[in-house]
Nanobody
Framework: VQLQASGGGSVQTGGSLRLSCVAR????????MGWYRQAPEKERELVAT???????DYAELVKGRFTISRDNADNTIYLQMNSLKPEDTGTYYC?????????????????WGQGTQVTVSS
C-alpha cells in the first residue's frame, strides 16, 4: 500500500486547511486509516482515525476542530482542520493500518505516507 498525502501549508491562527491522502494498492487487509503528526523534537502522535466502517476517533486536543472523513470508492481520506492553533504545527503523516490473519494470531502492520507540513503562525 502506498500513501500519498497532500494539502499542507502555512496559515495564521484561526485558519483552516484540508489534508488529503490517497491510498494505492491492495486494501484488502486495511482496517483503518488516519492521521498522525510530529512536532519538532516530539514524538509522533495520533490526530484522528477512521475505520472501514466509518467509526472515528480523535485526539482530545483536536476534538471539535478537526474532522476526518473517508471516501471508500477512491481510497482517500481527508482531514478538515479548522480553528488552527500554533500548537497544531508539525508534519502530518497519513497512516493505514493492516491486520492479517495468521495461524499464530493476527499480525498488524502500519503503512505511512511521506508527510505534509502544516505551519500555524500566531
Amino acid at each position: 500500500v502506498q500513501l500519498q498525502a497532500s494539502g499542507g501549508g502555512s496559515v495564521q491562527t484561526g485558519g483552516s486547511l484540508r489534508l488529503s491522502c490517497v491510498a494505492r494498492g491492495s486494501m484488502s487487509s486495511i482496517v483503518s486509516m488516519g492521521w498522525y503528526r510530529q512536532a519538532p523534537e516530539k514524538e509522533r502522535e495520533l490526530v484522528a482515525t477512521v475505520s472501514n466502517g466509518g467509526s472515528t476517533d480523535y485526539a482530545e486536543l483536536v476534538k471539535g476542530r478537526f474532522t476526518i472523513s473517508r471516501d471508500n470508492a477512491d481510497n482517500t481520506i481527508y482531514l478538515q482542520m479548522n480553528s488552527l492553533k500554533p500548537e497544531d504545527t508539525g508534519t502530518y503523516y497519513c497512516n493505514a493500518k493492516s491486520v492479517r490473519a495468521r495461524w499464530s494470531g493476527p499480525v498488524t502492520y502500519d503503512y505511512w505516507g511521506q508527510g505534509t507540513q502544516v505551519t500555524v503562525s500566531s
